[in-house]
């Protein structure tokens, strides 16, 4: 069970960044979604809303394996 488990922790600041390019894959196609749905200043304003969540996520990870690798398993 503890290696199932391992498979959905985030231990390192490499694992971070490739779920953060898998995010980034799907927050693009999302936009570009978007772009085609709302043509103009809308759909380009959620296709960055799209990737700024990315970004976000990705520094809230990277802080949180920080955290983890100074603190220890508390």
Known sequence: MKKIARLFQIKTKTEVFLITYALGLGAVKRGEAYLTQYPGFGGKLLFLCCLGAVFVAAAKM?????????????
Do not use: H, I
């Open 62 to 74: 990277l802080e949180a394996v920080e955290l983890q690798r100074m603190f220890g398993n508390e």
